[in-house]
């Protein structure tokens, strides 16, 4: 089957990094895309990896390696506003389409 | 560019009743995707659009139906609805994969209870 594994939870202080793991199941795997979201609002994409290596946008940066299924979000100086649940989703193609699984989400609560 | 929008924002149904939950959006693109969240849980791909006149089932399809109606609009029916049906519906569009780029951007949700 297909399924990706997050921790649920994280917790860091302002100013500090953080790394959030994923480790993915997927078959037909094309990428890997990381989505944050706040409590009560609609997921917002972050980044995305189809190559293994590092993507860096501003604070953000997320890693890939297809040969161990396993990608990392980077969050670097963290703000309060960077409390949100952030997800991982394996791109897959099947049956001619490409859809997302979503992971269960990880909870990152930023204190000062 | 208002993006993907969705009505309506809250619904209460009692079991059994029926409803639509709409989607449209402003992008010009061609894949449309409708996912529920549950709490604790992170989104379960229920149908999706790969273009328009087009239809598939995801993960969770049982209970739900969906119309392609133009390439602006993709609709989610719920026939019966059941309280196992109670969540959060959003609504996704795709931008097209170019390169080494990949999006979905999502609505503002719809949040559904059913009693």
């Known amino acids: 089957g297909q399924s990706l594994e997050q921790p649920s939870e994280v917790t860091a202080v302002e100013g500090a990094i953080v790394q959030i793991n994923c480790t993915y199941q997927?078959?037909?795997?094309?990428?890997l895309s990381w989505y944050q979201q706040h409590d009560g609002g609609a997921p917002t994409f972050l980044s995305y990896n189809a190559l293994d290596g590092l993507e860096e946008t501003g604070r953000f940066s997320s890693f890939l390696s297809r040969s161990d299924s396993y990608g990392y979000l980077l969050l670097q100086e963290l703000q309060m506003k960077d409390s949100a649940s952030y997800f991982c989703?394996?791109?897959?193609?099947?049956?001619?389409?490409?859809?997302?699984?979503f992971g269960a989400g990880t909870r990152l609560a930023v204190h000062p | 560019n208002a993006g993907v929008t969705q009505t309506p924002k809250f619904q209460v149904l009692k079991t059994g009743q029926s409803m639509t939950l709409q989607c449209a959006q402003d992008?010009?693109?061609?894949?449309m995707y409708w996912y529920r969240q549950d709490p604790g849980m992170g989104l379960r791909l229920i149908y999706y659009s790969a273009s328009e006149g087009t239809t598939d089932k995801g993960e969770v399809p049982n209970g739900y139906n969906v119309s392609r109606l133009n390439k602006r609009e993709f609709s989610l029916r719920l026939e019966s609805a059941a309280p196992s049906q109670t969540s959060v519906y959003f609504c996704?569009?795709?931008?097209?994969?170019?390169?080494?780029?990949?999006?979905?951007?999502f609505g503002p949700g719809t949040r559904l209870l059913v009693l």
């Open positions: 992008m010009n693109h061609n894949s």
């Open positions: 989703a394996s791109g897959m193609f099947s049956g001619g389409y490409n859809k997302l699984i």
């Open positions: 997927t078959s037909g795997f094309y990428g």
């Open positions: 996704a569009s795709r931008k097209p994969r170019t390169g080494v780029q990949e999006t979905q951007y």
